[in-house]
């Protein structure tokens, strides 16, 4: 996925949650107006790229205990110049969690939600505003999580527990879109 290929994806991204829906339109913009955007240096708002892991069942979704955030997320990170950012979240769920990439299976090619939110000033880092251009992937729960320094920790969480752990609108969305996303398949299955 290149620049004009995302660019034009959330040009043409449609969503029934409104905040998302002007998600995207704020990426078509920025990408046609800061060509530097995919760079954390940027000008405040730079694109990030992470994944909604469920496992095969449907049963659960990986979260990693932010060590900076001391939150609990979904795996991503920065794109630091990378404009395909299927692969930056690819990269960064391998790197997080520990498994291998060839573990890491995309359930659907298109992109699965679009956010922007802020990031609280940290240590030089000043706070900024990402783009976080998400994707839907699969890996089987029973492969060690390794992790990496980025957390303190990494679970399993089931799908009718995230709200315990993180109570942000973008995971309520993500976690509402799964459960729609494992109704169609299991119903073409």
């Known amino acids: 996925m290149d620049r004009q290929t995302l660019q034009t994806l959330l040009c043409q991204y449609r969503s029934h949650y409104m905040e998302?829906?002007?998600?995207?339109?704020?990426?078509?913009?920025?990408?046609?107006?800061?060509?530097?955007c995919f760079f954390r240096e940027g000008s405040g708002l730079?694109?990030?790229?992470?994944?909604?892991?469920?496992?095969?069942?449907g049963t659960a979704t990986l979260f990693m205990l932010h060590r900076k955030l001391e939150q609990w997320f979904q795996p991503g990170g920065h794109a630091d110049g990378d404009e395909n950012?299927?692969?930056?979240?690819?990269?960064?769920?391998?790197?997080?969690?520990?498994?291998?990439?060839?573990?890491?299976?995309?359930?659907?090619?298109?992109?699965f939600d679009v956010d922007i939110h802020r990031t609280p000033r940290h240590g030089t880092e000043p706070a900024h505003q990402h783009l976080d251009i998400?994707?839907?992937?699969?890996?089987?729960?029973?492969?060690?999580?390794?992790?990496?320094?980025?957390?303190?920790?990494?679970?399993?969480?089931?799908?009718?527990?995230?709200?315990?752990?993180?109570?942000?609108?973008?995971?309520?969305?993500?976690?509402?879109?799964?459960?729609?996303?494992?109704?169609?398949?299991?119903?073409?299955?």
């Open 20 to 36: 998302e829906l002007a998600y995207a339109r704020r990426g078509c913009a920025l990408l046609q107006s800061d060509p530097d």
């Open 46 to 57: 730079h694109i990030t790229a992470s994944t909604w892991i469920l496992n095969p069942a």
């Open 85 to 111: 950012v299927l692969a930056v979240a690819l990269k960064e769920c391998s790197e997080e969690t520990g498994v291998a990439d060839t573990d890491i299976h995309l359930l659907q090619s298109n992109i």
């Open 134 to 189: 998400r994707f839907l992937v699969e890996i089987d729960d029973r492969i060690p999580l390794d992790g990496n320094s980025e957390s303190h920790a990494l679970r399993w969480i089931p799908l009718h527990e995230v709200h315990a752990y993180n109570k942000g609108l973008s995971i309520h969305r993500m976690l509402i879109k799964s459960m729609e996303w494992l109704r169609q398949h299991r119903n073409r299955g």
